[in-house]
């Protein structure tokens, strides 16, 4: 059966690949996507070391000049997805989007410098990428840390990658929609309308990124004019981890000044992580940096968190809650609280099961010695292919495959359990 899994795996990455770059799925995402492509990576790398690599150089070649590194890149035209390129108008050589993904970078390329077998290879491919890396940590801490507090904030839902969640709920209620220009979506012509976001959420994702574009993403003048300002834990743990693997890589290759600095992000943003705990919900929350208050909304972000440092007793904590959590659904781990009164089991980041999420949560809880709640998760994983396919997501409480199909990240998280 295992082996089954990973060739049907294997099979649905080659299916995905466009020679430089993987798309999420062929229809619905037509594009390189930034997270997808670090997390496609550690898949390629069990069958293929070389490719594994090129996704993320590709995905690196198209770093902007200031460091950010874009959420999407349109190496070639398809107007089968919205927004597209002439609504983005980045201007830049290769379009790309104007916002940035969870920065996960820097852990896979840990992650596969670790597996791979040429190690002249390894170092070349690593050494080549680390000032990259540097230079878009840096940036975040520039960019979307102005006033220094150790934590970045996110400016637009879709940079969270979970773009609908019920944390932004309350913040995007402030996000007028006064002059927003008419548009077609075409999202909801490849996957089932009710598994996706609202038209009021997508008139909303569309103003910002008009406002943006006013401000020709010049990113000394976007945090701040953004009305949605929020600070994710999740999105921070994957930022923190990722400084945490660049700093060992760098000691590794002897580039130690990226190394001091990697750690002092680190030291800072984890110190920082404390003022996100919750003793009343018993995990990490959402800051509203906007209002200066925590955002009682009980998702998978604060859960999220176990992928960095965190203290130990705060992992046991999110461990119990998993726990607590995996009594309420058949498959770990929902993206919100089935309890909640907004928790919806089939629509995207607002109760579904996404591997991806499940795979970092895993390996956080296996290292803070969380074993036990790591298996079933990686378990509850492979019983969901087994039961319903590669799709994009799935129900917590039957496992129904929602979303589109054949799904990258999905198939190369299967590939990682499987190794
Ligand atoms: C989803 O987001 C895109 C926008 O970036 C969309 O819905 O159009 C999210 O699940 C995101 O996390 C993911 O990277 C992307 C591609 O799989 O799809």
Same mark, same amino acid.
């Given at each position: %059966? ?63 000049? @200031?460091?950010?590194? *874009? ?6 035209? @398809?107007?089968?997805? #919205? *927004? ?30 670790? %597996? ?54 309350? &913040? #995007? ?19 089932? *309308? ?17 406002? #943006?574009?006013?401000?020709? =993403? ?25 400084? &945490?693997?660049? &700093? ?24 920082? %992580? ?32 176990? #992928? ?30 089935? @309890? ?8 995207? =980041? ?9 795979? %970092? ?59």
């Amino acid at each position: %059966m295992a082996n089954a899994i990973f060739d049907h795996a294997a099979e649905i990455l080659r299916e995905n690949d466009r020679g430089t770059y993987t798309v999420p799925t062929h229809g619905l995402y037509p594009f390189q996507w930034n997270w997808d492509s670090c997390l496609t990576a550690i898949g390629q790398a069990h069958i293929n070391e070389d490719r594994a690599w090129t996704e993320i150089d590709t995905l690196f070649d198209h770093q902007w000049d @200031d460091g950010m590194v *874009p959420h999407i890149v349109f190496h070639q035209h @398809d107007d089968g997805y #919205f *927004p597209g390129p002439d609504v983005w108008q980045t201007h830049r050589p290769t379009p790309t989007s104007g916002i940035t993904q969870p920065p996960v970078a820097g852990f896979a390329v840990r992650r596969i410098f670790d %597996m791979t077998k040429d190690r002249d290879m390894a170092r070349a491919r690593a050494g080549a990428l680390l000032p990259k890396i540097a230079a878009w940590h840096d940036w975040f801490f520039r960019s979307r840390d102005p006033q220094g507090t150790g934590l970045v904030a996110i400016i637009h839902p879709w940079e969270s990658g979970r773009d609908n969640s019920v944390d932004w709920d309350a &913040a #995007f209620e402030r996000v007028p929609t006064t002059g927003v220009l008419p548009f077609v979506r075409r999202d909801t012509q490849h996957a089932n *309308p009710d598994h996706r976001p609202t038209q009021a959420q997508y008139e909303r994702y569309i103003y910002l990124v008009q406002l #943006f574009r006013g401000l020709n =993403w010049d990113n000394t003048k976007l945090h701040d004019a953004s009305p949605f300002q929020v600070v994710d834990p999740g999105f921070n743990a994957i930022l923190l981890r990722s400084c &945490a693997d660049l &700093a060992d890589l760098a000691d590794t290759l002897d580039q130690p000044g990226i190394a001091a600095q990697a750690r002092a992000h680190l030291a800072r943003g984890l110190a920082a %992580m404390e003022t996100l705990w919750s003793d009343a919900q018993g995990q990490y929350l959402c800051l509203d940096r906007t209002l200066g208050t925590l955002i009682q909304s009980p998702s998978i972000g604060g859960l999220l968190a176990t #992928f960095a440092a965190i203290p130990q007793h705060r992992a046991a904590a999110i461990g119990t809650r998993l726990t607590i959590l995996g009594e309420k659904v058949t498959y770990l781990v929902p993206s919100h609280d089935p @309890d909640a009164a907004e928790f919806d089991s089939l629509r995207y =980041w607002r109760g579904p099961v996404w591997l991806i999420v499940n795979y %970092m949560i895993a390996d956080g809880l296996q290292q803070a010695g969380q074993g036990d709640v790591a298996a079933r998760i990686v378990a509850d994983s492979i019983a969901l292919i087994e039961k319903s396919g590669f799709a994009e997501y799935y129900d917590p409480t039957d496992g129904t495959p929602c979303g589109g199909g054949r799904f990258t990240w999905t198939a190369a998280m299967v590939i990682e359990f499987l190794a």
